[in-house]
């Protein structure tokens, strides 16, 4: 599968923006979908993953209540809606696929397939 992110952009603070994960391939519906960030010198942290039937989700602590995952696995998209954004949410933002499941997947090991991320930036 390919993945392509897109939505990525500058926002002051408390704003919103809306990422989205557009998908190659029939067979997305197989696919847990994760979302992870990158900040300059930091380690590719977990944000939230969702499971193929787009049932249940899970969220890094830092993110719970202000981003929203979904899937449609008609359209082959999945889509992070991120709103009270905050500086330090700052960081290139990835989509990423991993062949199987229902259970969460929070590491970046656990994923086959990525997009080439797009940046997120938030101003104080």
């Known amino acids: 599968v390919q993945l392509q992110a897109s939505g990525g952009g500058l926002v002051q603070a408390g704003g919103s923006l809306r990422l989205s994960c557009a998908a190659s391939?029939?067979?997305?519906?197989?696919?847990?979908m994760g979302w992870f960030r990158q900040a300059p010198g930091k380690e590719r942290e977990f944000v939230t993953t969702i499971v193929w039937t787009g049932g249940r989700s899970y969220y890094a602590e830092s993110v719970k209540g202000r981003f929203t995952i979904s899937r449609d696995n008609a359209k082959n998209t999945v889509t992070l809606q991120m709103n009270s954004l905050k500086p330090e949410d700052t960081a290139v933002y990835y989509c990423?696929?991993?062949?199987?499941?229902?259970?969460?997947?929070?590491?970046?090991?656990?994923?086959?397939?990525w997009g080439q991320g797009t940046q997120v930036t938030v101003s104080s």
């Open positions: 391939g029939r067979t997305f519906s197989s696919y847990s």
């Open positions: 990423a696929a991993h062949l199987g499941g229902g259970y969460y997947y929070t590491r970046p090991n656990e994923y086959e397939y």
